[in-house]
C-alpha cells in the first residue's frame, strides 16, 4: 500500500536553543498522582496476594523460616508503602514545564511554546455541555496542545497560561477596538458599543459580569440577571472577555 499523502509538514523537535528560548523554568506539572497511585500499589498488591497464596496452601511456615525471609519480606512491604505515598504525594513523571518565556510540553517531542505564540485557549465541555474535560491551545503555527486532567493541577496550568496570553493579547485586542474593529471570539463579537451574541449587542455599560456557569459564558446584567449566553466551546479565548469587562469596571 501507498504511502498516505500528507499535506502539512511534520514539525522539527524542540531544539536546544528552542528551549532555551524559554528562560529559566518556574514549575513544573507531573502526572495526577490518582493515576499513578494505581501502579504504585501494584507490587504491594501482588506482594500481599502472594503471601495469602502462600498462607491457604500452608506453605507460609515454609517460606517464613529464617529472621533474612522475615527481613525481606518486611522490607519489601516498607518499599511497597514508601513508594504509593511518595506516589500520592508527588505524582508521576513530569508532563508540563512552565518558563519564564513560555512552556515546554514534555509528553510529545517536547514542544516548546512561547507565550507570544499561543494563539486561543479553548474549553471543551462533555456531550451534555454539562462538564468540562479539558482546555485546548492553539499556538499560530496551528499546533494543539491538550490540558487535561491527566496533569496534576491542571487549574494552575491554565491559569497561568490565561495570565500570560492576556498580556500578551490584551493590548493589541483593546487597540483595535479603539480603532473602530470588530473582534471575532467564536460565537461572540466585540466592539466599542459591547458585545454581539447572534442578533443580541450587550452594551458594556449594561453589565455587571461576565462568567462561566455549567460549561457555558454567561453575560449578566446590573440585576444579575443572565442577558446573553453561548457554548464556552464556541468562545475561544473567552477569559479575555472577562478581562476586558473587569478592567472598564475598575477605570
Known sequence: MSTPYRLRARRPKAT???VSL???PVRSFRAAA???????AAPFVLLLGYGVWLAHEGLLDHWFNS???VGAVAVLFV???ALIVYTSAVGGGELVRVHANGILDLRVGPRAVRWEEMQSLTATTSGDGREILRHVLRTTDGVSVSLGPSIGGVLDLVDEVRVRMAEHQLPEVRARIAEGDVVHFGAMTVNEQGISVGPR???WDDMAEIE???AEIVIRGKGGERV???RLADVPNAFLLAEMLHSRRVK
Open 79 to 81: 518499599l511497597a508503602v
Open 67 to 69: 529472621t533474612f525471609s
Open 212 to 214: 462561566a456557569d455549567a
Open 22 to 24: 524559554l528562560g529559566p
Open 16 to 18: 536546544a536553543s528552542a
Open 34 to 40: 490518582t493515576r499513578n497511585v494505581i501502579w504504585a
Open 201 to 203: 449587542v450587550v452594551a
Open 228 to 230: 446573553a449566553a453561548a
